[in-house]
Structures are given as C-alpha cells and as structure tokens.
C-alpha cells in the first residue's frame, strides 16, 4: 500500500478507537508495516474487526499481505491454456500411444 493508504488506516483506527493515541513514533514504526500489505485486504478486515472489538487492533490482527506470485502456478495455467488449444483428436492419439507404451513396458518387465 501506499503512504497515504496506510496513513488513511491509522487516521481510522486513531478515529475509532481513542485510547489507540497516534503519535509520530507509534506513526513512524507502523507506517513501514502497513505499506507491505494489500490496502484493500486491511481494510476489509479492519471493517470487521471494527464491527466485533471495542479495544484498538494490533497491526497483526488486521494484516493482509498481497499474494506471491507463485511461477509454477502460472506455468501450469500457461499449459492448461495450451492444452486447450489441442484438438480431441490429437489427445486422443496421444493417450492411446501412452497406453500402448505403458503396456509394452509392463511386459517387458514381468
């Protein structure tokens, strides 16, 4: 998130719960914390958190970091989008060469 989002979620906080007492120190340690999070994703939990606690959240009860790329997941999306593309046919031919493949190992081996 940005500075200013993440100053926007103290102002809230500070605004809800007045025993949370903003100042520039408490400021100055949160500030880099909340600007590695998902803006939106601490605000909805915030949202609710406010609606269940009277006492001022820690920054652990509302945290929401943005999600990790995970490139074997993008690369296994990229193949299934691939395979889409291949007509039945084709797959089918393929499955029957694997199988016929499978088989003829099998018996070698036995």
Partial sequence: MTKEEALNVLDMIDGVYPTFNLTK????????????????GVM?????????????????EIAVFPSAENPHLEEMKMWEREAAKVPVEIKERF????????????CHET
Wanted: charged fraction near 40%.
């Fill in 95 to 106: 499955r029957e060469a694997l199988l016929k493949l499978i088989e003829e190992k099998s």
């Fill in 25 to 40: 120190k408490k400021g100055d340690i949160l500030m880099p914390q909340l600007e590695k999070m998902d803006f939106e």
């Fill in 44 to 60: 909805k939990k915030l949202d609710a958190y406010i609606a269940e606690s009277r006492f001022p959240p820690t920054i652990a």
